[in-house]
T-cell receptor, first 113, second 114 residues
């Protein structure tokens, strides 16, 4: 089975500070990992993905994520948060032997001015 | 520009009625998905399709059905709406095969069953 956990329901950070949104996963094989962002009353937007290769993945809006196989983690990071980054963030995983994505429950990021 | 659209955006219906939510994509993607989003549950997969005439059940398929007669559309039908089906529904599509491709999401349909 494949699963993904986002241990924090909410993350609060001040504008200009670095941010981290945590994600851990469980798969039986090698994973495909994704991050999506959802703004209020909108659909999910793709941010970045890890398929293979370099463990540090760079994506849209200055976000990046680091794949750590030993810790089975794929944390989302940004060096300097913006108020406009406030949104709901979803991590998703697909085991290469599976046909569909499994999403985490989401983490609300609130960036204060 | 290619896009994925959903209609209606908002729907109120009564218990026991049949409801169909439309999803249309112009990406020419083979893969299409329906999810529901509920507080505390994140996104859960209802049904998916990997091509015309192909449909598959997801994690929470009871009470829902889909059909795929062309590449562009995957309508979701609630056969007899129940209050437990009050939710926000998202359609998504992706290209390619093998699962390495990101999904593109529609804007969502907010369904209320009274």
């Amino acid at each position: 089975a494949q699963s993904v956990a986002q241990p924090e329901d909410q993350v609060n950070v001040a504008e200009g500070n670095p941010l981290t949104v945590k994600c851990t996963y469980s798969v039986s094989g090698n994973p495909y990992l994704f991050w999506y962002v959802q703004y209020p009353n909108r659909g999910l937007q793709f941010l970045l993905k890890y398929i293979t290769g370099d463990n540090l993945v760079k994506g849209s809006y200055g976000f990046e994520a680091e794949f750590n196989k030993s810790q089975t983690s794929f944390h989302l990071k940004k060096p300097s948060a913006l108020v406009s980054d406030s949104a709901l963030y979803f991590c998703a995983v697909r085991d290469k032997g599976y046909s569909t994505l499994t999403f985490g429950k989401g983490t609300m990021l609130l960036v204060s001015p | 520009d290619a896009e994925i659209t959903q209609s209606p955006r908002h729907k109120i219906t009564e218990t026991g009625r049949q409801v169909t939510l439309a999803c249309h994509q112009t990406w020419n993607h083979n893969n299409m998905f329906w999810y529901r989003q509920d507080l505390g549950h994140g996104l859960r997969l209802i049904h998916y399709s990997y091509g015309v005439q192909d449909t598959n059940k997801g994690e929470v398929s009871d009470g829902y059905s889909v059909s795929r007669s062309n590449t562009e559309d995957l309508p979701l039908t609630l056969e007899s709406a129940a209050s437990s089906q009050t939710s926000v529904y998202f359609c998504a599509s992706s290209g390619g095969a093998g699962g390495a491709y990101e999904q593109y999401f529609g804007p969502g349909t907010r369904l209320t069953v009274t």
